[in-house]
Every structure is written in structure tokens, then in C-alpha cells.
């Protein structure tokens, strides 16, 4: 099943929400993508007490895509990053990424939980900006960035600094290298963040509100490095976020979330022009 | 009364020598608050039951009985197992066990002060655990507790005294051996009381200043 053949399958999500192959959406821009499932959510339960965050849900996303998560907070949205870069676990369900399990792992025939060395066996291929930054405050933006590269990845510092180098000049910051991440503007410490998580030249890039922490004026700047990296990499992109008119640009797919469950998915003109589904009309007036 | 200033001058050489072991125990003993207490305060948060369990037990005990009593205990029950060690050797393991145990509580509270979003940014780059720990949680929470160790350091110079009760001569032993050679009392504890504020005085004013420096 397709997006574009079956746009509007809202409430019936447990028959699958693929986001879809090369035909998705017409304004691919990623001729390089291969179209093969990348990540697969199968009947993910999560829940917070008694509070069922997700429910059964099934997604899949394909490699290359630009997906937009939206919805109301607490819809569920921020758990599917999480569950994906494995700070959390599902309570049902499995995740894989390219055909392997996530969150789990085969012993015998048997699938158990995974260990802490099979997640970041496969997590590896999965980048992540969050909210807050989260830089490492106790060291210099260019070892931020080779930090991982240079510890997990194992390359040599020289060849880690030169990645970090290119992806300082990519986000625009080449001349704050050497500061430490408390020197400098909220904005720019963004833009290191996602600068360090495309270091590990992740598969996917998971993107948590990347500028909900950020003053008016400093969002642009940000959102400007993400347009330019998902109009000329074939990174896959899972994007958390309320500025709709950057979803709109960059997406080939928007998800609307409500309580846990996708009532509605398709190419953003389609859902922010013309949405099938009360809820998302309801939102969207809100937001918009 | 009357204070006879030439019994300080006489007092001099013995006080050196009392000053250099206090300041060996100081700094021996420090650092072995430090290393123990960081190697506890891990152990605690060891998913194991069996590493977690014996440390706490161990931490509460010595944490709860008097520092002069595990002295007595070690210089003089441990040899009746075997284990002599001289005074000296004694007296620091004594202190620095002793005072492990607080530092391992500020270790435990610079580790919980490191934001939870540091743990998730070291996961979501799939640093190694113990690359996470050494790059980027203890170094972040050692900052924050350098001004609480330090004030263990001039407690534990305090306490120092304590070790004359095992033989060690240091500050206060060397007074107390003076004064009842020469009978001239005042003279040397009042030196020995000036010499600890001389050094506590000096040692809590930097470490003041190291604390604006460090807690930004």
C-alpha cells in the first residue's frame, strides 16, 4: 500500500500507514533514494501507567523520505522518536530498521529483548537533535562534533576533524570551532547539535522540536540548515515539529497523531490544504 | 601565666616536623577520599544487586561509627588477624576510608545533577557506557563538586589530630610530646592552634574563589 494510491486511510491504522515509495509525493527531490522500507513500526504499544501513549501502531517509512510527525501534544509524536533512538522501550511491538530488530533480538528462534550492545550495534544508524541541544558543555564545539566518530565509529582524530570541519561549514559556524557551547546563541548551538548528529553519517535523522527551545529570531537560521540538508542528502528525516509552513517545504509525508493512533497521512499539500479527518482540520486551524 | 617565646623558638623544629606529616596525611588521605569515594559512588549505581548491596552496607557502616573508633580498630584489632600496618599507614587508610564515604555522597549528587538530556545525547551517538561516563558525566559532575570536596579536605584536616591517638606524630602530637618534656604548654598548643587556622583560613578562602570560577 501506497500513499498515493490509498491517500485517505484515516482510523484504519492497523492495516499499516506506509509512508511511501518514490511516488508519494511529487515533490521528491531525492532522486537517489532506493524507496525500500526503512523503518518499521509492527503493533507498537507504549504506555505511561495507565496512560496508553501509542497504540498498535503500525508505520512504516521509507528510506529517503522526509516525514512530519504533527498532532497535539501528548499525541504521541515525541514517543516514536524516543522508542526509534531507543530511550524508551515498547511495551509491545517491534521496531526494525532496514529488515533488523531494534528493540529486540533473535536468540535461536526465539526473539527477546535486545542487549545493551545489539541496540547500539544498530542505533548507530540512527541520528537525533533534540529540544534542548544537549550538547556536551564540558568540551569545545569541534569535539562535540568528533567525539562519537573519533569513540565509535573509530576513526582517527585528524580525519574526524576534517568530517566536522565540512559539517561546521555546512551549518555555517566554521569560526566558533573552537568555543565552548555556552559561548554561543541557542540558534548556533542547533545547529552543532544537528552538525554532530550528521557526524555519525546516520541513516536517519530524528528531529524533536528542534526549535521549540529557540528565540523567534534564531529559528530561521536553524530551519535553513535543515531545508538545505533534506533538499541535497538522501538522509532519511523523522521531524516532531509546529512550524508548519518547514514541514510543508520539506516534507514528503505528513502524519497527523491524535491519542496515540495516525488518523490521517499524505503529502503536506494535501493535508494542510485539503485534510479529510475533523481533528486534523481542528489542528490545523489552531496551529496555522 | 606566662608566654615564654623562646619556648616557641625551641618548639620550632619538633612543629616542622609535625606540620610535614599532617600535610603528608592530608594529602594522602585526600586522595584516597577521592579515588574511593568515586569508586563507591559507582558501585552504587551497578545494576548488580551483589555490587550494589556490600557497598552500601560498607558506606553506611563506616559513615555511622566514629573515625577514632576505626582507628583503634585498625591499629589495634587487625593485627590480631595478621594485618600490621605502622601508624602512619594506618592513620591514612583510616581517614581516607573514613571520609570516602561523604565524598562518594558528592559524587552521587554531581552525577544526579547532570542533566538527564546528556545521557540521551551520549545515547543517541551510541557512545560506549564507559566512554559516556568518562567524556561526559563525570567530568561535568566533578566540576560541580570540587568546592564540596574541598570542603571535606579542611574537615579532614581537622580530624587530623585524631591520629595522635594512634601514635602518629603529627601537629598536635608533637605539641603534646613537647610540652610534656619541657612542661611548657601554652606555648606549643597555641602554636599548634594557630598553624590549623593558618592553613584552613587560606585553604577555605580558595577554595571560595575556585567555587565562582567553577559553578557558572
Known amino acids: 500500500m501506497s500513499a498515493d494510491s490509498t491517500p485517505n486511510t484515516p482510523k484504519n491504522t492497523a492495516s499499516g500507514n506506509d509512508v511511501a515509495s518514490g511516488a508519494a509525493s511529487g515533490a521528491s527531490t531525492n532522486p537517489a533514494v532506493d524507496g525500500s522500507e526503512l523503518i518499521r513500526f509492527d503493533k507498537v504499544t507504549k504506555r505511561f501507567g495507565s496512560h496508553t501513549v501509542l497504540d498498535a501502531l503500525d508505520m512504516n517509512v521509507y528510506s529517503g523520505k522526509h516525514v512530519t510527525l504533527i498532532g497535539p501534544s501528548g499525541s504521541g509524536k515525541t514517543t516514536i522518536l524516543r522508542l526509534l533512538m531507543t530511550l524508551l522501550k515498547p511495551d509491545e511491538g517491534t521496531i526494525t530498521l532496514a529488515g533488523e530488530y531494534l528493540t529486540h533480538e533473535k536468540k535461536g528462534d526465539k526473539l ?32 562535540n562534533i568528533t567525539e562519537a566518530p573519533v569513540h565509535v565509529l573509530g576513526l582517527d582524530k585528524d580525519a574526524a576533524e576534517e568530517r566536522a570541519r565540512e559539517l561546521l561549514d555546512l551549518v555555517g559556524l566554521t569560526e566558533h570551532l573552537d568555543k565552548y557551547p555556552t559561548q554561543l546563541s541557542g540558534g548556533q548551538q542547533q545547529r552543532v547539535a544537528i552538525a554532530r548528529a550528521l557526524a555519525m553519517r546516520p541513516q536517519v535523522l530524528l528531529l524533536d522540536e528542534v526549535t521549540s527551545a529557540l528565540d523567534p529570531e534564531l529559528v530561521a537560521g536553524v530551519l535553513d540548515v535543515l531545508r538545505d540538508i533534506a533538499h541535497t542528502t538522501d538522509i532519511t528525516m523523522l521531524c516532531v515539529t509546529h512550524e508548519m509552513n518547514f514541514a510543508r517545504d520539506i516534507s514528503d509525508c505528513v502524519m497527523m497523531f491524535d491519542a496515540g493512533r495516525v488518523i490521517e497521512f499524505g503529502p503536506p499539500e494535501q493535508i494542510f490544504t485539503d485534510p479529510e479527518h475533523e481533528r486534523t482540520r481542528e489542528f490545523l486551524s489552531a496551529v496555522l | 601565666m606566662k608566654f615564654d617565646w623562646s619556648a616557641v623558638g625551641d618548639f620550632m623544629p619538633l612543629f616542622w616536623r609535625g606540620v610535614v606529616v599532617t600535610l603528608e596525611v592530608l594529602a594522602l588521605g585526600s586522595l584516597m577520599a577521592f579515588a574511593l569515594g568515586l569508586v563507591w559512588a559507582l558501585a552504587q549505581r551497578s545494576s548488580l544487586k551483589v555490587v550494589r548491596w556490600p557497598v552500601t552496607a560498607l558506606t553506611e557502616f563506616v559513615r555511622n561509627t566514629p573515625l577514632l573508633v576505626q582507628l583503634f580498630f585498625l591499629f589495634y584489632v587487625m593485627p590480631e588477624w595478621g594485618v600490621t600496618l605502622t601508624a602512619m599507614v594506618t592513620g591514612v587508610l583510616g581517614l581516607g576510608l573514613h571520609y570516602s564515604t561523604y565524598t562518594a555522597e558528592v559524587y552521587r549528587a554531581g552525577i544526579d545533577g547532570v542533566p538527564v538530556g546528556q545521557w540521551e545525547a551520549a545515547t543517541a551517538l551510541s557512545l560506549p557506557r564507559s566512554r559516556t561516563w568518562i567524556a561526559v558525566i563525570l567530568p561535568q559532575a566533578i566540576r560541580r563538586v570540587v568546592p564540596a570536596l574541598g570542603n571535606y579536605v579542611i574537615a579532614m584536616l581537622k580530624d587530623s589530630p585524631m591520629l595522635f591517638a594512634i601514635g602518629v606524630l603529627e601537629m598536635l602530637g608533637q605539641a603534646r610530646q613537647f610540652s610534656s618534656q619541657t612542661f611548657q604548654t601554652v606555648e606549643a598548643y597555641t602554636v599548634v592552634g594557630i598553624a590549623f587556622i593558618l592553613i584552613a583560613y587560606p585553604a577555605s578562602l580558595l577554595l571560595r574563589a575556585l567555587e565562582r570560577r567553577l559553578v557558572r
Open chain 1, 112 to 143: 527477546v529483548p535486545a542487549s545493551d550492545k545489539h541496540s547500539r550495534q544498530i542505533r548507530k544508524n540512527i541520528g537525533m537533535v533534540f529540544q534542548q541541544f544537549n550538547l556536551f558543555p564540558n568540551m569545545k564545539v569541534l569535539r
